[in-house]
């Protein structure tokens, strides 16, 4: 707007920025656009100015302006944070599905020296590059344009972001041809759309990353990391987003609504559900649930109603005829798996210390919640200590911004800075076993909050615990297991016949007899002894200890009386023959 302008270019000098308008008249129109402005008249301008640039960027950010498109880009996780463009009715009946592979740096980044992450790096890692803004709505006028289209800027890295593929294939896909179809019929002195796609962290600090072998880390808690099932990123990894996000506003209907989709594959495999299709999409968020949840600000006008979910037409059923996934509820618990790292099988000793690996998905049902306690079951005995967590060994793959990790007898519990969206939670963390049998086989995990006490519930099957020695049942005269009816808490070995048990004492006393008489027999003949070379060798060895007999009481003789002569020897020559 022309009050907030200076005589110089804001856009390129923002600490300039001026306005003839008084403190008080501004405070006015932050309240207009429902902007919080306070502190120096600059601090106001500079907030009003903000919010008719769009959403927010990170601390690190920039905005670029494309043809058709605004992006604020994430300069540290170097993927885009937000595009912003508009689905105009007239436009999108002119666009062309076209779709190209080849994607190309943003130019304006590449100018500015921002590192980008390169479209060659997402190969073989199991993400797609998907779009922020559509390539479809994108691709009006393209021929028209050509170079300076909107189609051709959808295909900048700026615009892209590791997106799980069946996530981006399916469900997405289909909700971006939803609001198309949806601007496309409106009239044409209709203003249009207005949607803002992004992406979200749940731990800016430490985001899921992947190369082309798989999951990795830029370090990890343990040696060489195969004991915690931990690898070093190489040389060039993508950053993976938690959750994709999209907000769309109808200002003609005073409407506007967020969809959010888990990215991840654990989530898009939940029980009753279809793959490409998490739990979380078939729940709509209002403006605010989404800026509440990952603490930015979309500045959307008042037009956009952003307190509450809107309907936008027909756009309400896009994903009704599709099997939405059982999520863990008060009568319904979710699946926990839990995974040895390094250990084979589903057995481990007691007091054992070993890597375990846990994941379960929550989906929507943790909205809202800003604590995960993991319960392990207790051993049977009372007297036993129970399963012990090193919570400084915690490797966050998929979690909230933790506060503080901690142990008691409800089980291990993680506080997150929250409320948080809810999602598929992810870690690997150190364990020592107890000492004992367990009271049951099941782990438990709760999701909770102060508004919801006893939260949600996730359970899984976990392992066998078994003293040190011990012998599968299968094997010849192995123990008897520890959960067999009337067995004391200590296996009882069964009876074996004495020699099988005893086999290797006898064995060993066998060979020492064989060796003792070997030797007796060397000694009797001297020829095994020694040969002919030896002796001639240690004959001539003989003589020379004489000599330095011979040499060292020469020198020590002459140590003592030194004004004595030395017969004919010279202290340099001992020593040098010594």
Not at 160 to 180: F, K, T, V
Not at 182 to 208: C, I, M, Q
Not at 284 to 302: A, M, R, W
Request: charged share 25%.
């Amino acid at each position: 707007p022309a009050s907030l302008r200076s005589e110089s270019d804001w856009l390129t000098s923002p600490a300039e920025l001026s306005s003839k308008l008084t403190k008080s008249d501004l405070a006015d129109l932050c309240e207009q656009r429902g902007v919080e402005c306070s502190g120096l008249k600059s601090d106001m301008i500079h907030a009003l100015v903000s919010s008719f640039l769009g959403p927010d960027v990170p601390a690190d950010g920039v905005r670029i302006c494309h043809p058709g498109i605004a992006m604020g880009y994430d300069v540290q996780m170097r993927n885009p944070a937000w595009c912003a463009y508009r689905l105009n009715p007239r436009e999108q009946r002119q666009t062309k599905n076209a779709r190209r592979t080849n994607f190309i740096l943003d130019p304006a980044l590449k100018a500015a020296r921002l590192e980008q992450t390169a479209p060659a790096t997402y190969r073989n890692t199991g993400f797609d590059k998907g779009h922020l803004a559509p390539s479809l709505a994108m691709s009006f006028q393209k021929d028209q344009f050509k170079e300076t289209s909107p189609w051709e800027s959808s295909y900048f890295a700026s615009n892209i972001a590791p997106q799980y593929d069946e996530m981006n294939q399916r469900c997405w896909q289909e909700l971006e041809g939803a609001l198309h179809e949806y601007a496309e019929e409106l009239p044409e002195a209709d203003d249009g759309v207005f949607v803002v796609t992004g992406v979200s962290y749940w731990n800016r600090e430490k985001p899921r990353r992947w190369d082309g072998s798989g999951e990795c880390f830029l370090e990890c808690p343990c040696e060489g990391g195969a004991e915690c099932g931990c690898r070093v990123c190489g040389e060039t990894f993508v950053t993976v987003p938690t959750f994709y996000w999209k907000a769309s506003c109808h200002p003609a209907v005073k409407a506007s609504f967020v969809i959010i989709a888990e990215n991840d594959p654990t989530s898009s495999q939940l029980p009753g559900g279809k793959s490409g299709w998490p739990p979380s999409v078939f729940k709509t968020y209002s403006v605010d649930d989404l800026e509440t949840f990952f603490g930015l600000k979309l500045n959307f006008p008042s037009e956009c109603t952003t307190g509450q979910a809107g309907t936008l037409g027909k756009l309400v059923h896009w994903n009704e005829d599709r099997a939405e996934p059982v999520i863990p509820s008060s009568s319904h618990h979710g699946n926990l798996s839990i995974e040895l790292i390094k250990l084979g099988g589903k057995r481990v000793k007691y007091q054992e210390q070993v890597w375990l690996s846990f994941e379960t998905a929550f989906g929507p049902s943790a909205d809202f919640h800003d604590a995960f306690t993991l319960e392990p079951p207790p051993p049977k005995s009372s007297e036993k200590e129970g399963w012990k967590a090193d919570c400084n060994s915690l490797i966050a793959q998929q979690l909230p911004k933790l506060k503080s990790c901690s142990q008691s007898n409800e089980g291990i519990a993680l506080k997150f800075t929250g409320p948080n969206k809810g999602g598929t939670f992810a870690f690997k963390l150190s364990l020592t076993a107890p000492a004992g049998e367990l009271s049951h086989n099941l782990w438990a995990a709760r999701v909770t909050s102060d508004a919801d006490p006893k939260g949600m519930v996730a359970m899984g099957e976990g392992f066998e615990l078994l003293p040190g020695g011990y012998v599968p049942p299968d094997s010849p005269g192995g123990y008897v297991p520890p959960d067999s009816p009337d067995t004391p808490d200590t296996p009882v070995p069964t009876k074996r016949p004495h020699f099988e048990q005893y086999w290797p004492f006898y064995a060993t006393a066998v060979l020492l007899i064989l060796l003792l008489l070997f030797g007796v027999v060397c000694m009797r003949r001297r020829g095994c002894v020694r040969t002919v070379r030896e002796r001639e060798l240690e004959a001539a060895l003989e003589r020379e200890r004489a000599t330095l007999r011979e040499v060292n009481a020469e020198l020590q003789r002459r140590s003592m009386h030194p004004t004595q002569p030395t017969r004919g020897i010279e202290m340099w020559d001992l020593r040098q023959t010594r």
